[in-house]
């Protein structure tokens, strides 16, 4: 008996059970509608983003990008500063995030004992549970005074030399910012680059073995060379979360305009905090027109990112899921 | 049989690892790496449980009755709690389910029975899953220029609809896997015993995949418990009593993002007692929805 | 002799697959292991090179010694057991992502052997032993992943060749290839079987007879029958290696 596609449709077809009832017909109706109507739901919030955000367009063209403020006495709106904060937080985030989640996605598949393995790997998954506003409270509470008093001056004390540590301390800056993003997206990363790497054919490893190669070198020449593509993909997701991320973001960035520099200890924004911080005080108009702006920005960024890293996560045969996606 | 003297005099054993540099380093290759990576894992693991157990200190001490039955009080005056928040919460979300829960378990149906592996299912799926990715903000701006703007008040029903957006593609992904691991041949049984489609998918199909739904419901719903920002410019926030959907309502989150930058210390302590309750609220569902796909994998029934 | 095994018990988790197997291997010469699915053949040979452990809930007890050592001993590191007792799997695998120069050159590289013309001198000898290196002398920096399946598996044999092991172990190295291939390597494992001790698991009875000099039967994780492949065959001692052999059971 040859196997049947999965789904009810499919398996109908086969057995040529033609007789489709009326109430099939409504049925199945009523389940395209709906879809349908979540298309459009999709395609609604793309057309009012880009038709709520023509008059700022219009007016500023790509200087929006580079205008230094939200000015509403001079009728003047741009996001350079927050493009800058949105890049460097989120840069930063990244570049952390990536040992420290493969780094756990290694050990959860390849050396921690069996047993703690899945509780282990849950207790990291919960990480992205979290909601995002208890990590902006712990970071403006508890994380910002922290830094500001003991982490920035020591970093600045040993690695001032770097551009980055230079500068006044803030606890509530563009680092603290980036430091709450590391632990946001580290779930994320972990989680997908298990995922990829529980799915290295144990053919692989064992070529390797049988050649006498320690777990370092199985791990280095078999494991990932073949995950590479996967975690790249949740590496990009992860860089998507972190561009878009709002609440946390916002109530650690210090919401003010600093000059654009690489000093990470300055105060900045993001354009997701922006968005947050600007929406109350938009009136009709240019500045509502420039708020939306910033919002389809937000969007067209974090869309890319995402079908950029589900096409690489298909490219290794599943989708991913799970808590933390 | 008798022993020469070469047989006697120990050889060198060849399983010993040979004592040169490069074996030298690639032993400290291995050990780094087991103990770089068991210091990132700790490293996370360290910074959930620090998280956790300071907000379980900062907020206990004020979890009380009071908290869950009274609203704020004026200039961060000592007293009062959360329960406007708490119920703007409760009918968000019920709302939000109104709206998602439908177009999410429908879609989820689509995908699984009907779309297969088709361009335009696959296509759908893409952009169930793409939507996974977006900011939950941008649903709030959607919600703001579709509802709050021309009815010229922030009010629940907006928020509702933000957040119902924000559960379609989880409670669809959830959906969608479950009722896939439903053997065909229970289908195939189905349809044969003379069952339609429709019949099929309502009677057989999604019972059987009942418990994996449900568990993608209460994930939805539970993610949507903790968002704050599409709510910031539709729900709004309002500090006392409202079920009036048409009216700015408060929120859990909303109300601990006021109450942390309060310069109030009667407030902050009320921020992190909401917090907790929040985490307290994941904690559960989270572990209720393991121990529920812990028995999953053996078919979804 | 090349094996002697002692008193073999072996499981995974907590069923046993593997009931006091006492065996020796020639150091020279082939040696098949024959046996229905399920019978223990594959695992059995996986306990020779230290890799059944690496399986989760893979347990092993007894002595395996090699040229008189134990290589269960405590101090003993299996990495360098199992450099030195080469393994060639059912389904070819070689590194997909690598070239087929690479693919050989790596043992050498991870054990530190050879470098530079050495190394390509070893590869070439390699993958000459394997009756290989005509058809990829041209395109040695082309990936593995071009070759097919029946040059994969002499890919992987080369590869097991590089590092000069003491032993080459063979799971059912044919059973995933065409009937052309698969002489290719029964005419490989002949040519081998004359420097190296070489130990065969097959399902294959025919194969087995046109390529050891000794079969070994298993059943159900017991070692019941072993001698010189002519008169195992035609003349079995046991039953069950006699119901074996004219198939009642496969």
């Known amino acids: ?325 | 049989m008798s022993i020469t003297v070469e047989q006697q005099q120990p050889t060198a054993n060849p399983f010993q690892a040979p004592r040169t540099a490069h074996n030298a380093r690639r032993r400290i290759s291995n050990i780094a790496i087991v103990a770089l990576s068991l210091l990132a894992t700790a490293f996370a693991v360290a910074v959930l449980l620090f998280l956790l157990l300071y907000v379980l200190r900062a907020g206990l001490p004020y979890i009380n009755l009071d908290l869950f039955t009274k609203i704020p009080t004026p200039n961060g005056e000592p007293g009062g709690g959360l329960a406007n928040s708490i119920q703007g919460s409760l009918i968000l979300v019920g709302l939000a389910s109104l709206f998602g829960i439908p177009l999410g378990l429908f879609t989820g149906i689509y995908l699984s029975e009907f779309g297969g592996r088709g361009p335009i299912a696959t296509g759908v799926r893409f952009l169930v899953d793409v939507l996974t990715g977006i900011p939950t903000i941008i649903f709030g701006l959607f919600a703001w220029i579709f509802i709050v703007v021309p009815q010229q008040s922030f009010s629940g029903l907006a928020g509702g609809v933000a957040l119902g957006i924000i559960m379609i593609p989880i409670v669809a992904r959830t959906s969608e896997v479950v009722l896939r691991l439903v053997p065909n041949e229970l289908r195939e049984a189905s349809l044969a015993l003379g069952a339609t489609e429709s019949r099929t998918i309502l009677r057989v199909v999604i019972p059987s995949a009942r418990n994996g739904i449900i568990t993608g419901i209460v994930l939805a719903m539970a993610r949507v418990a903790g968002e704050t920002a599409p709510l910031l410019m539709t729900a709004f926030g309002n500090p006392f009593f409202n079920s009036d959907i048409t009216q700015p309502m408060d929120a859990l989150p909303l109300r601990i993002f006021n109450f942390a930058e309060s310069p109030y210390q009667a407030q902050i302590n009320q921020a992190y007692a909401g917090s907790l309750v929040l985490i307290v609220l994941i904690l559960i569902t989270s572990f209720a929805i393991r121990w529920a796909t812990g028995g999953f994998k053996h078919g979804g029934r | 002799m090349a094996i002697e095994v002692r008193n073999l018990n072996v499981w995974y988790g907590r069923s046993q697959a593997l009931h006091d197997i006492t065996l020796t291997i020639e150091s020279q010469g082939a040696t098949a292991i024959i046996g229905p699915s399920g019978c223990g053949k594959s695992t059995f040979v996986r306990c020779l090179n230290r890799m059944h452990e690496e399986i989760a809930g893979g347990r092993v007890e007894g002595e395996v010694l090699v040229e008189g050592i134990n290589i269960y001993e405590r101090s003993i590191q299996p990495v360098y057991v199992r450099r030195h007792i080469g393994m060639v799997f059912q389904r070819p695998n070689p590194l997909p992502t690598r070239s087929i120069f690479e693919n050989v050159a790596i043992g050498l590289r991870l054990n530190g052997l050879a470098r530079g013309d050495a190394l390509k001198e070893i590869v070439e000898r390699s993958l000459t032993q394997a009756a290989l290196w005509d058809e990829v002398k041209d395109r040695l920096n082309e990936s593995a992943g071009q070759l097919s399946g029946g040059q994969q598996q002499r890919l992987c044999i080369a590869r097991a060749l590089a590092i000069e092991p003491k032993i080459i172990l063979m799971d059912e190295p044919a059973s995933a290839l065409d009937p052309i291939s698969t002489f290719q390597i029964e005419d490989l494992m002949r040519e081998l079987r004359k420097t190296y001790p070489v130990v065969i698991v097959t399902h294959n009875m025919q194969q087995a007879a046109r390529v050891a000099e000794k079969t070994v039967f298993f059943l159900q994780g017991r070692l019941i029958e072993q001698g010189e492949t002519g008169k195992f065959f035609s003349r079995p001692q046991k039953k069950e290696t006699e119901d074996y052999i004219s198939g009642r059971f496969s």
């Open chain 1, 1 to 325: 008996m040859q196997q049947s596609l999965p789904g009810t449709r499919n398996v109908a077809r086969l057995l040529r059970w033609g007789n489709r009832r009326l109430s099939d017909t409504i049925f199945r109706g009523i389940t395209i509608l709906l879809v349908l109507f979540v298309v459009a739901i999709v395609a609604g919030v793309a057309w009012i983003l880009i038709s709520n955000s023509m008059p700022a367009i219009q007016k500023f063209g790509f200087r929006f990008l580079t205008n230094q403020a939200f000015d509403p006495v001079h009728n003047v709106f741009g996001v350079g500063p927050a493009i800058f904060g949105t890049l460097v937080t989120s840069a930063f985030a990244i570049l952390f995030a990536i040992p420290i989640g493969v780094g756990t996605a290694i050990f959860l598949v390849d050396f921690c004992p069996r047993p703690i393995q899945s509780p282990l790997a849950f207790i990291v998954e919960l990480l992205a549970a979290v909601p995002s506003v208890i990590y902006g409270l712990f970071g403006f509470l508890v994380l910002a005074p922290w830094l500001q008093g003991s982490a920035e001056p020591w970093l600045q004390k040993y690695l001032g030399f770097l551009p980055f540590f230079q500068g006044a301390f803030h606890g509530l800056s563009l680092f603290t910012a980036g430091v709450i993003l590391v632990i946001m997206v580290l779930p994320l990363i972990t989680s997908v680059s298990r995922e990829v790497i529980l799915t290295t054919p144990t053919t692989q490893r064992e070529a390797l073995l049988a050649l006498g190669a320690t777990r370092w070198e199985v791990i280095r020449h078999a494991v990932l060379p073949y995950s590479r593509i996967g975690i790249t993909g949740g590496v990009i997701l992860a860089l998507g979360r972190a561009l878009g991320e709002t609440m946390a973001v916002t109530m650690v960035v210090g919401n003010q305009a600093s000059p654009i520099s690489p000093g990470l200890f300055n105060s900045g924004y993001t354009l997701a905090s922006v968005i947050a911080n600007q929406f109350n005080e938009a009136t009709p108009g240019l500045f509502f027109s420039a708020v939306i702006e910033a919002g389809l920005l937000v969007f067209i960024i974090t869309l890319i990112t995402n079908i950029i890293a589900r096409v690489l996560i298909y490219r290794m045969g599943h989708r991913v899921g799970g808590l933390a996606t």
